[in-house]
């Protein structure tokens, strides 16, 4: 792991950028005597770790005690995107926006971004908790289909916090029967872009006997602000 940059900010919270290999990541840690738990932190469907919501989810959290990290896994971000990578995604805009089903395009993009993250994920958690500031245990936060394959497959994630779940792969609606640790998911009643009664049909899917569902009024992004810290109070329960 190589560290290109750092910027202290004004709440102390440390942000770094960094490269392992050909993966490109941030790292926020606190001010803490002792090594900080660990969060790891995406956003859906491949965005950019560069994106403001996800920049300030991951200074927000940092600050209440955690290492935050969060990378552009392959595929993702500013990764590079095969052709069939591309079109998919121009079909699926273009299906969205004329009220086509998008199932079949939506697994055939999907699909493959989550199978090939998982291992530079895993690779990427294997050298953090290699750095003296970063000890155990480890959540995750975000992108649900990501989290459902990494809590299934990763032993070291003991609690997720997944968003939305109206639009996830068929393999991993399955494999949420698999997820044994604890998990607070976050659902928007009016989300625009993931259907409603199949997010709640997914948290009655999920394995684990210890599940608790956010459901708030309001579109993707309306979010209320006090769900942060209902957030930060479920991994201090279970990270701390």
């Not at 994920?121 to 908790?129: E, K, N, P």
């Not at 975000?142 to 109206?166: D, H, K, N, T, Y």
Request: glycine fraction near 10%.
């Amino acid at each position: 792991m190589h560290f290109t940059s750092e910027h202290r900010l004004d709440d102390g919270v440390l942000e770094r950028e960094f490269t392992l290999g050909e993966i490109p990541g941030t790292l926020w840690t606190p001010v803490s005597p002792a090594p900080a738990p660990l969060i790891l932190m995406a956003h859906n469907n491949g965005l950019p770790k560069s994106q403001d919501r996800l920049v300030a989810r991951g200074r927000h959290t940092a600050a209440y005690g955690y290492a935050v990290a969060t990378i552009d896994a392959a595929g993702c971000g500013e990764r590079p995107r095969s052709a069939a990578d591309e079109r998919a995604r121009a079909d699926l805009r273009r299906a969205m926006q004329a009220g086509e089903p998008v199932d079949e395009i939506f697994e055939s993009l999907v699909g493959p971004l989550v199978e090939n993250a998982v291992p530079e994920w895993r690779t990427t958690l294997d050298a953090l908790l290699a750095l003296p500031e970063i000890g155990g245990p480890v959540g995750y936060s975000g992108w649900m289909a990501l989290g459902i394959r990494l809590a299934v497959v990763e032993p070291r994630i003991a609690a997720a916090g997944f968003f939305a779940g109206g639009f996830v792969p068929r393999a991993q609606r399955e494999e949420a029967r698999q997820v044994a640790v604890p998990l607070l998911m976050l659902l928007q009643w009016d989300d625009e872009g993931n259907p409603r009664q199949r997010a709640l049909d997914l948290f009655d899917a999920f394995g684990t006997k210890e599940k608790t569902l956010h459901a708030n009024l309001g579109g993707h992004t309306g979010t209320p602000w006090f769900e942060g810290e209902d957030a930060s109070r479920f991994f201090a329960r279970h990270l701390k």
